[in-house]
């Protein structure tokens, strides 16, 4: 899949790889349609890519774009599945529906419900999610 830059930015923050443009992001979703050339937005997607195991080079490339897709449908299935999301297959993207099922299960598991899915809320999301079935 092609993400726009500002799709693309607002994996990143929801998966909480550290893009954070101008302080304390308080929304993922980012308008940022600007090239993904910065120093912050490398840093994030050297951070992305060193978690996923790909080539660590800062540029989104085919395969960090493919992982990022990955990592969506991953995730919208586990919070299909989990809190019955309703989130379609077809539409990998950190968007509002997405932020809200996060919110949803966050809520529901202790965390700040804040609609990013940083590594502990994830973590727990894969937790729950197995023994219902997800697959990976």
Do not use: W
């Amino acid at each position: 899949m092609a993400y726009t830059n500002a799709q693309f930015r607002s994996i990143l923050n929801g998966l909480g790889f550290g893009y954070v443009p101008e302080g304390e992001l308080t929304d993922p979703i980012s308008t940022d349609n600007n090239p993904l050339i910065d120093r912050v937005t490398r840093d994030a997607i050297e951070d992305f890519q060193k978690y996923f195991n790909l080539q660590v080079d800062g540029i989104a490339g085919a395969k960090t774009m493919a992982m990022a897709e990955r990592q969506m449908r991953v995730l919208q299935a586990e919070l299909n599945q989990v809190v019955g999301a309703n989130l379609p297959k077809n539409q990998p993207f950190y968007g509002p529906r997405t932020i809200s099922a996060i919110k949803e299960f966050q809520r529901r598991y202790g965390f700040v419900p804040d609609g990013f899915a940083v590594l502990p809320v994830r973590q727990k999301l894969l937790a729950v999610s197995k023994p219902q079935g997800v697959t990976h």
